[in-house]
């Protein structure tokens, strides 16, 4: 029982894209195809673990998954199952150790874990481990979920993991792998989505979202329920449900912006909802105008609902660039709004002399907003209005998603005039609450909206807590910041 890498480093970190296949011939090269498709939960790292049924083999490396893998890195990771791990670009140092699956050796083996989201009670987990002895490498989730999985008494590495996951709170869409089994979780309360397909020729998948299926020609089978254990061995997948069952809180980020439009999350087509969240945008903040722009990519099936209900064109008047990588080199003086230009660029003779209602899913720190203001309106437009298919974001996510402090979230530091003077907008929108669920055609499953509502369905531990947890990941963003692009990072 060992592990050989084909690249070295270790690490983990807990956002981001997951997947898991078991029971194929070629899991990783299918594993890395999954990656591929959910390139969009992550940019910064990308790792594979195979299991060869004798050992586990890994790789990972920083940046997008193309550059991460080539031909015979594939070959390397041999075996029937294999999981990956796509990192999110924006909380964390660049650093390989944070890059996942993170793998370790313990007493019954060796063992991988691909991990999306975060835990609440982290550091009273992390404090009572340290007092046993424990040594902690990061300050992240997914690494005392191991050291819980290491220390636990069971036999089993199921049984191990039921009562490691039984002690942690919060968010959680995690693959274990050992050299002879694989097994997903998604926590009671289903922050995170995660689905599970089945090929045609016989063996699983379980992937964040559905487009993960679909490339790797998978037929999608439903939804890892929130709460379930999926035990994938001897050639078997077994369910349990190990958990008291909980009110279920589904990320409604994960359709304002976060999953992919042709994915399907929580039971829907991502797709269709931003278009009906557009549409609702639309019955609530009409505007007299000429045409509806979207900021690409997030903006485009919310701009498509609204031009559809207020009967405006729908036009493309601001491109996006869809090779920017994570680095260029940036003039330190003569391009104004540089970061935002690479990204994106106006057309002029579309919107020139027009009155423009722009539409985008979310304000963060309202740098993305301001900039297109002006590109649009150095385009020639008459007026911009800028429609937002959310509502305000005002409160940091704890389960899982990157947000900045709620210092940081200009919507707190501004109502809504100032955020429209700020942004230099002629008028400024949001979608309301209760519109934000108008795509449910009858009651579904319970959401977790506490970005907006400040409504956490598990509690956060005590401020002091928070401000830690937040002032780490402020010091981390100093470091990397000098390395990202501004505006839009996914
Ligand atoms: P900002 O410039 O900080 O206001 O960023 C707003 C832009 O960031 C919007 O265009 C969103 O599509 C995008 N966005 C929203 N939430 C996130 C997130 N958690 N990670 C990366 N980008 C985001």
């Known amino acids: 029982m060992h592990t050989k890498g084909v690249s070295d480093g270790g690490g983990f970190h807990e956002e981001c894209g997951v997947v898991g296949v078991y029971g194929r011939p070629e899991a990783a090269n299918l594993a890395y195809l999954g990656l591929y498709a959910l390139q969009h939960r992550g940019q910064e790292g990308a790792g594979i673990v195979s299991s060869d049924g004798d050992a586990l083999i890994n790789h990972r490396g920083l940046g997008l998954v193309a550059d991460v893998f080539d031909g015979e890195i594939i070959r390397r990771l041999d075996g029937e199952m294999a999981i990956g791990h796509n990192r999110y670009s924006t909380a964390g140092a660049t650093l390989l150790r944070n890059t996942q699956p993170f793998v370790v050796e313990y007493s019954l083996g060796s063992l991988a874990v691909s991990h999306n989201g975060n835990f609440v009670n982290i550091h009273e987990l992390r404090s009572r481990l340290v007092k046993r002895g424990a040594i902690f490498q990061s300050n992240v989730d997914t690494e005392v979920l191991i050291h819980l999985i290491a220390g636990a008494q069971h036999p089993t590495l199921l049984a191990r993991s039921i009562e490691a996951l039984a002690e942690v709170e919060g968010a959680y869409s995690v693959i274990f792998l050992s050299e002879n089994e694989m097994i997903a979780a998604r926590d009671p309360h289903g922050f995170r989505p995660m689905v599970l397909g089945a090929f045609p020729a016989g063996g699983w998948v379980v992937a ?256 002091q807590e928070q401000r830690q947890m937040k002032l780490f990941s402020a010091l981390e963003r100093a470091v990397t910041s000098r390395f990202r692009a501004s505006g839009t990072g996914g």
């Open 208 to 463: 964040s979202e559905t487009c993960a299926l679909d490339l790797v020609e998978a037929d999608y089978v439903r939804e890892v329920e929130p709460g379930e254990v999926l035990h994938f061995i001897d050639g078997e997948m077994h369910s349990l449900r190990p958990f008291s069952p909980t009110a279920h809180h589904a990320c409604i980020f994960e359709y304002v912006y976060f999953s992919r439009p042709d994915s399907s999350v929580f039971g829907r087509n991502v797709y269709e909802v931003r278009k009906a969240m557009g549409r609702q945008l639309a019955r609530e903040s009409m505007v007299d105008a000429d045409i509806v722009v979207p900021v690409p990519d997030s903006g485009v099936p919310a701009a498509l609902g609204f031009a559809e209900q207020s009967k405006l064109p729908f036009e493309m008047g601001l491109i996006r660039n869809h090779y920017v990588g994570r680095t260029f080199i940036e003039p330190t003086e003569s391009i104004r709004h540089f970061g935002v230009k690479v990204k994106l660029n106006v057309q002029r003779d579309v919107v020139a002399g027009k009155r423009v209602i722009v539409i985008d899913d979310s304000i963060v720190r309202g740098t993305t907003s301001q900039k297109i203001v002006r590109m649009i309106r150095g385009g020639g437009a008459a007026e911009v209005h800028v429609r937002i298919s959310a509502p305000p974001t005002v409160n940091p996510c704890y389960y899982g998603v990157d947000t900045p402090t709620k210092g940081e979230l200009v919507a707190n530091n501004m109502d809504l005039a100032e955020l429209r003077e700020y942004i230099g907008a002629d008028s400024l929108a949001y979608l309301s609450r209760e519109g934000l669920y108008a795509f449910l055609d009858k009651p579904g499953p319970g959401f977790c909206d506490a970005c907006f509502s400040g409504e956490y369905p598990v509690a956060v531990r005590s401020d």
